[in-house]
């Protein structure tokens, strides 16, 4: 069996990572990231890498999404990061990663879609500082 020279290595480390970009919808804009971003203009970009799920958030699955709670008077986040851990008929519960904590999101105050992330961009997506924790 002949030995690979280091051209066919290279070749195969730039395959890998061109397939990495393309299964990874997030990773564009990860690395424009420059620290002065506002978190409103990182949604907009984030939402339209993502797709809107056509169906209700699924348990284990991760979503971003906008969210306008009809409590005044609460701090919340506008933008949630959320792995869902419970799926209701008002709404569903999950881990916010911008609050490292567990929250609870009705469908009513949801505006517009829910954006699912895929496993593999995660980690990326939560690198984006698009968390916007507003009080009410």
Same mark, same amino acid.
């Given at each position: ?31 424009s ?25 699924q ?14 008077? !609460?701090?919340?986040? $506008?933008?949630?990061? &959320? ?5 209701? =008929?008002?709404g569903? *519960? ?22 699912? !992330?895929?496993?593999? $961009?995660?980690?990326? &997506? ?5 968390? =916007?924790?507003?009080? *009410?």
């Amino acid at each position: 069996m002949p030995r690979k020279t280091l051209k066919d290595k290279q070749e195969k480390q730039q395959k890998l990572q061109q397939n990495k970009a393309v299964k990874n919808r997030v990773l564009p804009l990860v690395e424009s990231i420059n620290g002065t971003e506002d978190p409103d203009d990182l949604m907009q970009e984030l939402m339209g890498l993502l797709s809107e799920s056509s169906t209700a958030p699924q348990v284990g699955k991760y979503y971003t999404f906008v969210y306008s709670p009809k409590t005044s008077g !609460i701090t919340y986040d $506008e933008y949630p990061l &959320v792995a869902v851990t419970e799926v209701l =008929k008002w709404g569903f *519960k999950g881990f916010n990663f911008h609050w490292n904590d567990g929250r609870q999101y009705t469908w009513k105050e949801i505006i517009g879609g829910v954006y699912n !992330i895929l496993d593999e $961009e995660i980690t990326d &997506v939560r690198k984006i500082p698009f968390g =916007k924790i507003r009080s *009410k």
